[in-house]
């Protein structure tokens, strides 16, 4: 079953049965070896915005890989971070050649260890608290989905006009492309049971910003629950997707669903 009704407010931090819930600290002595989660960062030179997710890390309690690629200070910040917080499993997947954005996140689902895998922006737009209060959603769905465009979301600094309207477009032509019900297939902000992962990884072909659709695409297709829950949402500008990665990622989907 799948579906893509919105819940009611903005994503809070409730406890589900796999015992994530947001803000929950973990001392450096009780770690698990085996991670309630996995997230994953991919970071292309981010050296200038990944900061500010690094300093609400201090507590997590999964395993967290950071999918670093580009030629700046990203890996060593991520590096002195995890010397800095022993407690915290994180480490740093150093990429000499350019994967993409998708390209780095399915890396980082092949590492994952966990029962629940995720990926959010190394910007931190979507807070680390809201990316726990949506893992803990998974105990009614097989994937949650975060969104800026149901009743309920929030954004504290939004896009332009021209960003939002370009966004409303990619996603109507998606919405007909694809027979995807959901008003927001881009945020950066989503979580997986494994087990829906591992039904598609190995079909994926998009390495791009258009891996967002075709993931979700795969997955509706195999039968999994997506569930869309509103956000808030923070927009720190600098964004890495220009006017032809557009054009790119378009001419990317029409040849994946019409081949």
């Known amino acids: 079953m799948v579906t893509s009704e919105p819940d009611a407010g903005t994503v809070r931090p409730p406890q589900g049965e796999n015992g994530i819930q947001a803000n929950d600290p973990c001392p450096a002595d009780a770690c698990s070896v085996d991670p309630p989660y996995t997230l994953i960062i991919p970071a292309y030179n981010e050296e200038t915005r990944i900061p500010r997710l690094l300093s609400q890390l201090g507590g997590a309690r999964g395993e967290i890989i950071c999918i670093c690629e580009g030629d700046d200070h990203t890996p060593a910040l991520v590096s002195e971070f995890a010397q800095n917080h022993r407690g915290v499993d994180i480490r740093c997947d150093r990429r000499a050649v350019r994967l993409g954005k998708g390209g780095a996140i399915l890396e980082g689902m092949r590492q994952a260890r966990a029962p629940l895998v995720g990926y959010m922006d190394a910007d931190a737009s979507t807070s680390f608290s809201q990316m726990l209060a949506l893992f803990a959603l998974l105990d009614g769905a097989d994937a949650v989905i975060g969104s800026r465009w149901i009743e309920g979301s929030v954004l504290v600094r939004g896009q332009g006009l021209f960003r939002r309207l370009e966004s409303r477009a990619f996603n109507g032509i998606i919405r007909t492309l694809f027979g995807l ?13 494994k087990a829906a992962i591992d039904a598609v990884i190995e079909q ?3 390495t791009g910003f258009e891996f967002d659709v075709e993931l979700l695409w795969r997955i509706r297709n195999c039968g999994f629950r997506i569930r869309e829950h509103p956000i808030t949402w923070n927009d720190m500008g600098d964004s890495r997707v220009r006017g032809n990665d557009v054009v790119r990622m378009l001419a990317s989907l029409l040849r994946l669903r019409f081949s």
């Open 204 to 206: 994926m072909v998009s």
């Open 181 to 193: 019900p959901f008003k927001d297939t881009q945020c950066g902000a989503k979580v997986f049971k």
